[in-house]
């Protein structure tokens, strides 16, 4: 218990980038837990879920996501051209996957070769 109580005094002496990225990781973490423990994402944690379309699997300091989103809740409305962070899991229907950073609602899947044509 007395660690728990040094890592909060802790997070509450570091800076706001290093606070809200660790955040991030923690509801991922929870995500994904929740996820392994037999339970789909909720219909709240879709409904604000960016879309991607026309997506595929990229390596970029890991296994990502590229494709078209639209209403990215920090760029904005789209439609533009993305890389996710790196994916920790994806439905096996491929319907959503969540990154290190949110969910995504997954539209079309595509062949890589597809994008260089």
Request: proline letters at 7%; hydrophobic letters at 40%.
């Given at each position: ?9 802790m ?5 706001d980038?290093l606070?809200?990225r ?7 973490v929870?995500?994904?837990?929740r996820i392994?423990?037999?339970?789909a994402p909720s219909?709240d944690?879709l ?6 379309d026309?997506?595929?699997?990229a390596a ?10 639209d ?5 904005g ?15 096996p229907?491929?319907?959503w ?5 949110r969910w995504?609602r997954l539209g079309?899947?595509?062949?890589p070769?597809d994008i260089l044509?």
């Amino acid at each position: 218990m007395k660690s728990r109580a040094i890592g909060a005094a802790m997070t509450q002496e570091w800076p706001d980038y290093l606070r809200k990225r660790l955040e991030v990781l923690q509801s991922s973490v929870r995500d994904v837990e929740r996820i392994y423990s037999g339970k789909a994402p909720s219909a709240d944690d879709l409904s604000n879920a960016p879309f991607l379309d026309d997506w595929t699997f990229a390596a970029s300091r890991g296994v990502s996501l590229v494709g078209i989103v639209d209403h990215h809740p920090i760029l904005g409305p789209g439609p533009r051209t993305i890389f996710t962070s790196s994916v920790w899991v994806i439905d096996p229907s491929k319907r959503w996957a969540r990154t290190e950073s949110r969910w995504y609602r997954l539209g079309a899947h595509i062949d890589p070769k597809d994008i260089l044509q």
